[in-house]
């Protein structure tokens, strides 16, 4: 996107009348970037660029934050399609497992397997994981 100085530049060269070919060959935009300007001065009253993608925390899922939260800390080890049906059942939101789970992690919840197979809910990144001795024999059961 050009600078907002640029485009005031070029808005007020096309104001003044000249000629969008003559606008696009001295400030080195296309022809046309002078017409949109000015439909956009018009139409929206600034000359600012509009702003790319959604505004956080406009998701389908956001109004659901509180609620999936609650769900995952009352249940760590919830799945995620048991978590999709739980909040299907009870605010009738259809959302795909690996969204919820994306989700959640923008939350700082993840969902780790410890060495006894058993899960357990942390905040964050995991820590680091502990060597392995080398003189403990090997469990290859």
């Known amino acids: 996107p050009y600078s907002l100085d640029l485009r005031k530049r070029i808005f007020a060269s096309h104001k003044q009348g000249m000629a969008c070919r003559r606008i696009g060959d001295v400030y080195g935009v296309s022809p046309s970037c002078a017409v949109k300007l000015a439909a956009r001065q018009r139409q929206a009253g600034t000359l600012e660029p509009d702003t790319l993608g959604r505004p956080r925390g406009s998701g389908k ?25 739980r909040l299907e059942e009870v605010h009738a939101v259809v959302a795909h497992p690996a969204s919820l789970s994306r989700f959640l992690r923008k939350a700082g919840l993840t969902y780790k397997k410890n060495a006894d197979r058993v899960g357990t809910s942390t905040p964050g990144r995991r820590e680091k994981t502990p060597e392995l001795d080398p003189s403990a024999p090997a469990n290859y059961a």
């Open 61 to 85: 899922l956001e109004p659901y934050r509180n609620f999936l939260i609650d769900t995952v800390t009352a249940r760590p080890d919830i799945t995620m399609p048991e978590l999709a049906a």
